[in-house]
């Protein structure tokens, strides 16, 4: 008999032999089988392939190693090389779905389905790097429910056309594009679709609420949304319809996205709105160290008519200046925002800072966390950041729909970005911090979480 454990040896082989093919970043196996389900059991084997430089011809590659390969199954083998949550009858098919990427192609595909690209991290089977360490989703955020391409509205309006949203690659001479098709949901697409939205955005929701990267067991799954206002029979009768592979649960589902946008909403409407942002633009741009000189901005009008509670600022003058822009109730001076206190490379720029502390570059380049002389390191500023966002939760925990602002420096920033999406502290000086870009937060649960637009997102870490 051939066991669970032997085709997963053999499909450890696969990997390696597309590994193998030229400017291949990245193979891994991804989803059910991934989860020691059994391979004759599953409805499709997700394959997912990061390469440097993708083509026509390098899929095609991959597509013949698979032809080859021999999966020890007697059925007939499909390769779906589309993106979607399409099915194949698994009872006549061995699909593998085929899906390849770039590197830019999979920090797209993170920043625009981070549900899945999530999911892709909790548990897979790799040769090479792993998706996680070639750009990673880190946290679901409340955002992500509204925005992302597998948000609850998409959803709702693929069950209301009863059509499922592809993609697929357009290869050009230069580059390619991806093309989107709607399919029409067949019987088997129908029941399988309605299926894949339940427990996926059950699962989603419970990763988002409990941070972290787990899936809901399936005897907590009704006690998990009963606590979350949802109706105990109506959870029963969706599950008795998928069940039966009864068509009336699309209806069933629509109401469910209904109810479930309806409690995402209260949780935006009730959750305080945290945002952190750089100061303005300073007069002094002569690329030199600059932490505690007082120097002021450059005048800007702020467009935003968004009123804070209250803001929150370094007692840096530059800070001041910002916070003084906004619409606010009250100002709240705050040391432990300042910038980071560069010591004796204050007022230097960056070569000559190379010649009077070669030892500090040196270590820096051996990534190690080194104090500028008289100064802080990241640690050091990290420590504040910790203070601050600890002061601030048990300040703000028993408010509701309040706003705060809070205007710091480019390093601060860097640690606190750093620390909520697990960067290693040796490349936080490459995460880009532009002025005056928003950085959002909720207190969800008594802790601060992101809630961060993911194209900002990209911009600040895509190094």
């Excluded at 196996?29 to 083509?55: C, H, M, P, R, T």
């Excluded at 968004?306 to 803001?311: A, C, L, Q, S």
Aim: with cysteine; net charge positive; glycine share 2%.
């Amino acid at each position: 008999m051939y066991n669970n454990y032997s085709h997963k040896k053999n499909i450890k082989n696969l990997l390696k032999k597309i590994f193998s093919l030229d400017k291949t970043v990245s193979v891994s196996i991804v989803g059910s089988f991934a989860e020691n389900k059994n391979i004759l059991n599953i409805g499709d084997l997700d394959l997912v392939i990061i390469s440097n430089l993708i083509s026509k011809k390098f899929i095609n590659k991959c597509k013949s190693i698979i032809k080859k390969h021999k999966f020890k199954i007697n059925k007939k083998l499909k390769i779906n090389d589309s993106f979607g949550p399409v099915k194949y009858d698994k009872n006549i098919f061995f699909t593998v779905h085929l899906m390849v990427y770039d590197i830019e192609g999979h920090i797209e595909h993170v920043t625009k389905s981070p549900f899945t690209c999530f999911d892709w991290e909790r548990k897979n089977l790799h040769v090479g790097k792993s998706l996680s360490d070639i750009y990673a989703v880190n946290n679901l955020q409340l955002n992500d429910f509204f925005y992302s391409r597998r948000a609850i509205n998409n959803h709702y309006n693929d069950l209301k056309k009863q059509k499922i949203s592809t993609y697929s690659y357009n290869f050009r001479k230069k580059g390619y594009v991806l093309k989107s098709k709607k399919i029409n949901l067949d019987k088997l697409n129908k029941i399988n679709y309605c299926k894949h939205i339940y427990k996926h955005t059950i699962n989603n929701f419970y990763k988002f609420w409990r941070q972290k990267n787990i899936k809901l067991n399936k005897k907590k799954e009704r006690k998990f949304l009963v606590n979350q206002n949802f109706d105990k029979e109506f959870l029963r009768g969706i599950n008795t319809l998928i069940n039966k592979k009864d068509p009336k649960i699309i209806e069933n589902i629509k109401i469910f996205l209904d109810n479930f946008f309806s409690r995402l909403k209260q949780i935006k409407k009730e959750s305080n709105q945290i945002t952190f942002i750089r100061h303005a633009r300073t007069k002094l741009n002569n690329e030199t160290f600059l932490s505690r000189r007082n120097i002021g901005i450059i005048n800007f009008k702020n467009k935003s008519k968004k009123k804070y509670d209250k803001i929150f600022s370094s007692p840096l003058i530059r800070s001041i200046q910002t916070a003084k822009k906004f619409n606010f109730n009250k100002i709240v001076i705050n040391n432990y925002l300042k910038e980071i206190n560069y010591g004796d490379a204050e007022g230097l720029n960056i070569n000559e800072l190379k010649k009077l502390y070669p030892k500090l570059i040196k270590n820096w380049n051996l990534k190690k966390d080194a104090k500028f002389p008289n100064g802080e390191n990241s640690s050091m500023v990290l420590n504040r950041v910790n203070k601050f966002t600890k002061n601030l939760v048990s300040n703000i925990k028993n408010d509701k729909s309040k706003k705060y602002l809070i205007v710091t420096h480019n390093v601060f920033m860097r640690c606190l970005i750093g620390k909520y999406f697990n960067i290693k502290m040796s490349d936080w000086f490459k995460l880009k911090i532009n002025y005056l870009t928003e950085f959002n937060f909720i207190l969800l649960n008594g802790k601060l979480i992101p809630n961060i637009n993911r194209k900002i997102l990209k911009k600040v870490i895509n190094f």
